[in-house]
């Protein structure tokens, strides 16, 4: 068996600018919709009071295995508090292709979702855009959005201030509810359990992209925001009505009978015109690693 190839996130990130990112999610959600993926369930593990996750695809492209921790005391050891691994495997062969820096690859496909969902509801001109959070997926949002959209504004707020971050991207460092009231388009990327995207300070019409709130009774989007969205659109209806509080709670609470609910791959394999307001729902998807993870392999030479 020859080495396997490890890529690192530096290196994916150089390997995958915004455009092949996107173009790799939306390949990934439009095999999803036609149903060419094995993409099951992840399966969850407590390990020492810390989440883990484990999650395998097959596609076209080939087989993978990530597996992904959060561990939220890493911080007090100066590392990361998100990370993991992605497996490539040829399908034909079962021959290991390459290892790859998993929390990077997440960031790198999460935020390249959450600007897909911009493209098909906003579109590619966006005049404020606001990022909720400061952690790694913050950073590869704006670098996503800016590299892809065309932003004239772009707003950052957090529980605590960063101001380093916002200058190597441009933006400005707002109150929350400043953030809410002015910007068009919204990407939620936190690790808050209660909602931060609240209803009553967002303009009439708006995109919102939220990418928290994994569990079934945690929240990043609060009840007025879905009771104001058109279209409420999802990564994987079956993944959402597992596992995340922002779809389950207003399902129960009767909340989306008269909204438009779809996956984002139906919109983009039949060309739905998606109406505003729209909020856009990712748990993040095993499909999404693979074929990011292909194209990273792809580009690298392999």
């Not at 495997?89 to 292709?97: A, D, F, H, M, V």
Request: a neutral charge; charged letters at 25%.
């Amino acid at each position: 068996m020859e080495m396997v190839t490890f890529i690192s996130g530096e290196e994916m990130v150089e390997l995958l600018p915004p455009k092949k990112a996107v173009d790799a999610v939306r390949e990934a959600f439009s095999l999803l919709y036609k149903g060419d993926v094995q993409n099951p369930p992840r399966t969850v593990l407590t390990v020492e009071g810390n989440w883990w996750g484990v999650m395998p695809c097959s596609t076209k492209y080939g087989v993978t295995v990530k597996v992904i921790s959060v561990i939220p005391g890493n911080k007090e050891r100066g590392i990361p508090s998100v990370n993991g691994a992605v497996l490539l495997l040829s399908g034909e062969t079962g021959n290991p292709l390459a290892l790859m820096d998993g929390s990077t690859l997440t960031a790198i496909r999460t935020s390249a979702a959450s600007v897909l969902s911009t493209e098909l509801s906003w579109g590619l001109k966006v005049e404020t855009l606001g990022v909720i959070g400061a952690g790694l997926e913050a950073e590869h949002h704006m670098r996503t959005a800016l590299g892809y959209l065309s932003v004239s504004r772009l707003l950052l707020t957090s529980r605590r201030r960063h101001p380093e971050l916002a200058r190597k991207f441009g933006a400005e460092e707002v109150e929350l509810k400043t953030l809410l009231r002015e910007s068009d388009v919204i990407f939620a990327v936190t690790s808050s359990s209660s909602p931060v995207v609240l209803g009553t300070e967002l303009k009439n019409d708006f995109h919102v992209s939220s990418i928290g709130a994994h569990t079934p009774k945690e929240r990043e989007v609060d009840d007025e925001t879905i009771r104001k969205v058109s279209t409420y659109m999802v990564d994987s209806l079956d993944a959402v009505s597992r596992e995340t509080g922002d779809f389950i709670l207003p399902k129960e609470r009767g909340l989306l009978q008269e909204k438009t609910v779809m996956e984002i791959g139906e919109v983009i394999v039949k060309g739905v015109k998606v109406k505003r307001p729209s909020l856009f729902k990712t748990v993040g998807l095993a499909v999404e690693d693979n074929v990011t993870a292909y194209f990273v392999y792809r580009e690298k030479g392999g």
